[in-house]
């Protein structure tokens, strides 16, 4: 008789409880919320934090904001812009040169590369 009773009283609370795990999962096409990455901008890879993919996009600014300074297409405001741009792109370039990089240096590199490839666009937007 007790077994009937412990019987009868597991499969209640077995009815009872299924709402609650019916709730608890996640309904069709809900996604996940996943960890913040590095913003993505231009030709930076989304979650990119390559000190290789990172050291070729400083580079790459660096030249282009070099080439942009000798080339008389700036007026004066632009070229104080580029001055501006220029040691940061160098500095960021730099640290990316080292043999070892942590990963925390690494982010905010990434993060000053992306604030000077959103100011380099907007730049070359203005010169053409």
Partial sequence: MTQRILLALFIVAAFLASPLVTHAQMPGGVQVPQAPQVPSTGSLP?????????????KGMVSDLTSMKSSGKLDAAQTKQVDTMLPKAQSVTGELEKPSVPPNKLTQLASQLSDLQKQLTALKGMIK
């Fill in 46 to 58: 989304t979650g990119a934090l390559s000190k290789d993919s990172l050291l070729q996009q400083a």
